[in-house]
């Protein structure tokens, strides 16, 4: 494919901040940027063409929540609360079996599902964070590396301030990256010390590096924050400097159960919810406040979390869900409409993570990040609103080509451009997969 070609739909679905819809539309790319968006009739008849029909040109979806090689543990421990679920099998499996090769193979599988669902870019909580560097590099997909801070040691960190090591060094080593950026991931108020987090936000405002955490996602954790501490987990954060307009950019993963107190932090500029209502509803964590975080004008953003506790990546079925929970929970159908939803995963996600001005929407002079939706299918048939077709019926079957940064990624559904082989990632994932049964079989 040259430098500069143009695709052409029954509809561009830009999602810049009219909610502009180009039908039929075009959007011209050159050297990996949208260098136009318009209608049918704008297109030079000159350049390179890939016309894609009755289809929809949406922006790359963004999971802003995810632990990419946990797809490896998908389904090895289900229908347990949280901290069980936890404390006796993921935390135990992950001790014996996190080594840098597992990230490597599980990260595979994990950027395969979400390339080809339409997923462009990823935020990572993990360990071993180059693996998932190197993986997403391979697959040619965007993705920020967190390497996962906890006041234990780690598969990746015997001592657990390395992790700080980690994260200086890849600070540097991806400066300058097309493809990877770093964040700051400190894991909970409860897994991470205070010493750690105070830590967290001086890196942050250093190297101007967002943070994430997870925060007030089971009941349980709120209430031994107000025992430990007589506050609200945000309201700790706060007091740690986390939530400082002035230095930090953070993401509060989860915010099942916010306190009173907490919606005024919420509110700042800097500060965004990401909400995984699948794997809230599937540990039992309870229903997020979807709806007032909306109402209240709070940057609410959406991720799959990992594999082990949703059990896929599919921001299809997390957008639908958060649309649905927003209804049903407030008895309010108008609450949380559907273009209104495909911003969490598109434009709101971009500018959680201060990515705005170069991702989440189709308009000139933002990097070519694209999801192909093909609507010549029996579930988007017929159409008579894009952005209802595309929240309400469409899934990442759907997706039939994706485009980062210009390059085709996915064509037809499948892997393309990279070097990443399908039928190779999966035979890898089942070998790790049948180490891990025999050793709970003889453990
Ligand atoms: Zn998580």
Known sequence: MQDAFVLTARYVVSMD?????????CVEIKQGMIASVGNLEDVSQSQERIDYGNAAIIPGLINSHTHAAMSLLRGVADDLPLDDWLANHIWPLEAK????????TGSRLAVLE??????????DMYFFEDEVAGAAKDAGIRVLIGEGLLAFPTASAKDPNQAFDHILEQAGKYRDDELVGVLVAAHSTYATSEDQLRRCAQLSAELNLPVQIHCAEGKKEVEECLQKYGKSQVAYLADLGLLDTRNTQISLVHMVWPQEGDWEFLKRDNVSVISCPQSNLKLGSGIPPLARYVDEDIRVVLGTDGAASNNNLDMWEELRLAAFLA??????????????ALRMVTIDAAR???????????????????????LDRPNTTPCYDI???LVYAAGSSNVKDVFVGGKRVVKNGNLSGGVLNEADVLAEA?????????ARIDG
């Open 17 to 25: 901040d009219a909610g502009t819809v180009y039908s039929p539309g």
């Open 97 to 104: 079996f996190l080594s840098p090769e597992f990230i490597r």
């Open 430 to 438: 089942r070998e790790w997969a049948e180490k891990i049964k025999k």
């Open 387 to 389: 952005y209802s077709t």
């Open 352 to 374: 959680a993570w201060n990515l705005g001005d170069q991702l989440g929407s189709l308009e000139p002079g933002k990097k070519a990040d694209i999801a192909v939706v093909d």
């Open 327 to 340: 209804k049903g929970s407030t008895l309010d159908p108008t609450k949380l409409p559907a273009q209104r």
């Open 114 to 123: 979400m390339l080809k669902g339409g997923t462009t870019m990823f935020a």
